[in-house]
T-cell receptor
């Protein structure tokens, strides 16, 4: 069965500094990988996805993520954090076969401090 | 506009009183699912449906029912709600590799 781990419940970073939110996955086949963001009292918003091709994926709001097959990781990054990036971030995986459900990590709360 | 709608958005009810949370999508997606979100536990899948009349249990199906009589609707039914089902619920669809979420339903069971 596939699973996703987000090892950090909370990440704190100063505004203007680079940020990384970690995600590792475990699947028995080829994965599609996603990042979602949830702002307070809001639903989930799609940030970016890895399907195939270039391992570095660029998404919304200046975020990017790097797919690393050997380390089974898909860490979310941004070169310069904004206070408005403070939110809850979820990593998710689904097998490319498509006949399996989307599995989410437990989420990482990002706090960007001015 | 691609949309997933849920109703109601907020609901306070009492233990044992049956309720239904509706979910509707306008994208003709075959795959639909329900999640609950709880602090420290992330999103956990309750049920999912690959197509009309095809439903499967997710990670936390106990205490819930679903039906998929038509492609656009995927209601979540709590036959006898209990306080441990107090949570934030999201309906979602998957079209290809794009997943779309509803706005969420905050349910409180007293």
């Amino acid at each position: 069965a596939q699973s996703v781990a987000q090892p950090e419940d909370q990440v704190n970073v100063a505004e203007g500094n680079p940020l990384t939110v970690k995600c590792t996955y475990s699947v028995s086949g080829n994965p599609y990988l996603f990042w979602y963001v949830q702002y307070p009292n809001r639903g989930l918003q799609f940030l970016l996805k890895y399907i195939t091709g270039d391992n570095l994926v660029k998404g919304s709001y200046g975020f990017e993520a790097e797919f690393n097959k050997s380390q089974t990781s898909f860490h979310l990054k941004k070169p310069s954090a904004l206070v408005s990036d403070s939110a809850l971030y979820f990593c998710a995986v689904i097998l490319t076969s498509g006949n399996t459900p989307l599995v989410f990590g437990k989420g990482t709360r990002l706090s960007v401090i001015a | 506009e691609a949309q997933v709608t849920q109703n109601p958005r907020y609901l306070i009810t009492v233990t044992g009183k049956k309720l239904t949370v509706t979910c509707s999508q306008n994208m003709n997606h075959e795959y639909m699912s329900w999640y609950r979100q709880d602090p420290g536990l992330g999103l956990r899948q309750i049920y999912y449906s690959m197509n009309v009349e095809v439903t499967d249990k997710g990670d936390v199906p106990e205490g819930y029912k679903v039906s998929r009589k038509e492609k656009r609707n995927f209601p979540l039914i709590l036959e006898s709600p209990s306080p441990n089902q107090t949570s934030l619920y999201f309906c979602a669809t998957l079209g290809g590799t794009e997943q779309y979420f509803g706005p969420g339903t905050r349910l409180t069971v007293t």
